[in-house]
Nanobody, 120 residues
C-alpha cells in the first residue's frame, strides 16, 4: 500500500506563487503515473497536471504556462509549482498515483489534500 502526503498549500495573493509537494511512502514512480487534481466548492474534481513514469507531462488548459509538475525520484516526491495564481485556482489540491496498465487491477492512491486559497 502507498501513502501520499501533500504539503505546501496556503493563502496567497493573486499573482503570487506556491509550490505543492507530494511525498510517497515508497518508490513508485517506475510503475505509477503521478498527477495533481483539484476540487473547488460545488465543482467536480479535475486533473490539473500529470507526469508519467517516463517524464512526459500534461496540463489542464486553465493552468498551462503557469503551473509546472516535476518529481524528485530519490525523495519519492512530486511537486507542483504554481505561478501567477488566480482566485479561480482556489481549491483543495490532491496528489494522485495511477498504476500503469501492466499492473492490472492495482489501485489508484490519493492524498488527503491541501488547501490553496488565492485572494486579495
Amino acid at each position: 500500500q502507498v501513502q501520499l502526503v501533500e504539503s505546501g498549500g496556503g493563502l496567497v495573493q493573486p499573482g503570487g506563487s506556491l509550490r505543492l509537494s507530494c511525498a510517497a511512502s515508497k518508490s513508485i514512480f517506475s510503475i505509477y503515473n503521478m498527477g495533481w487534481y483539484r476540487q473547488a466548492p460545488g465543482k467536480q474534481r479535475e486533473l490539473v497536471a500529470a507526469i508519467t513514469r517516463g517524464g512526459s507531462t500534461n496540463y489542464a488548459d486553465s493552468v498551462k504556462g503557469r503551473f509546472t509538475i516535476s518529481r524528485d525520484n530519490a525523495e519519492n516526491t512530486v511537486y507542483l509549482q504554481m505561478n501567477s495564481l488566480k482566485p479561480e485556482d482556489t481549491a483543495v489540491y490532491y496528489c494522485n498515483a495511477d498504476p500503469i496498465r501492466e499492473l492490472g487491477l492495482a489501485p489508484t492512491y490519493w492524498g488527503q489534500g491541501t488547501q490553496v486559497t488565492v485572494s486579495s
